[in-house]
């Protein structure tokens, strides 16, 4: 599913070029659930923005479902990511102007599906999310744990093969942390969708398959043995 070959990515500041990610091979299988882990700066965050797309790596290749992503232009990136990638993120990036159906509706209206297809989609989404009834609700009346499920509920609007979630329980709660954690295993247990999840946290991270640590911009042990 996805194949990092001797990918690294510099950045070029003003103080100087800073290396974020060193030289790195990664494969990871298709229905895996791989948590990312280690201290801020390790390149956690880096390392999510270039699979999904959204960064180019400064050498090396990223081959995603058979997508060698750099090189794709910016408009075919956006396409990738549009039909493959869902993102879940932190603090949950609802627009929240827009009602709950409208947030889970927004890549399906970008890539102007039909409407029937639309509320259909969204209906069956909310279910699979246990939100039915809130179609009509916006962002600011739902708890912390309910917008996470609608983030999670548009991320898997376009049927992706790759979810991303960047410290998808970070704020939030023991409980709704780990209703969040059960339901990620279930997407990826019962539709074998390959999730990448970045997080601090120890026992969210023992909810994935596998853990890989980064440190220094660089893998440096797989599994929690020893990470706090």
Do not use: C
Not at 45 to 73: A, F, H, K, R, Y
Not at 112 to 134: C, F, H, Q, S, Y
Request: hydrophobic letters at 45%; charged letters at 25%; a neutral charge.
């Amino acid at each position: 599913m996805i194949q990092l070959k001797n990918v690294t990515k510099v950045f070029h500041l003003e103080a100087g070029s800073f290396t974020a990610l060193k030289p790195t091979d990664l494969h990871l299988k298709k229905g895996e659930f791989i948590a990312i882990m280690g201290p801020s700066g390790s390149g956690k965050s880096t390392l999510l923005q270039l699979l999904g797309g959204l960064d180019l790596p400064t050498d090396g290749t990223i081959m995603i479902d058979g997508v060698q992503l750099e090189q794709l232009n910016e408009k075919e990136r956006t396409l990738f990511r549009r039909e493959k990638v869902g993102f879940v993120f932190q603090n949950y990036q609802l627009l929240p102007m827009m009602t709950v159906a409208e947030n889970i509706a927004l890549s399906l209206a970008a890539h102007k599906a039909p409407k029937a297809e639309i509320d259909a989609t969204v209906e069956r989404l909310l279910r699979e999310v246990n939100l039915e009834g809130k179609a009509g609700s916006f962002p600011s009346q739902l708890s912390g744990g309910q917008q996470q499920r609608v983030a999670i509920a548009r991320a898997l609007a376009m049927k992706p093969k790759l979810i991303l979630a960047d410290e998808p329980t970070g704020n939030l709660d023991r409980k709704n942390g780990q209703d969040i954690l059960q339901l990620l295993s279930r997407l990826n247990r019962e539709e074998q969708i390959t999730i990448v999840m970045v997080t601090h946290d120890r026992q969210a991270a023992a909810a994935a398959d596998r853990v890989i640590v980064l440190r220094d911009g660089e893998v440096a042990q797989f599994g929690l043995e020893g990470v706090s």
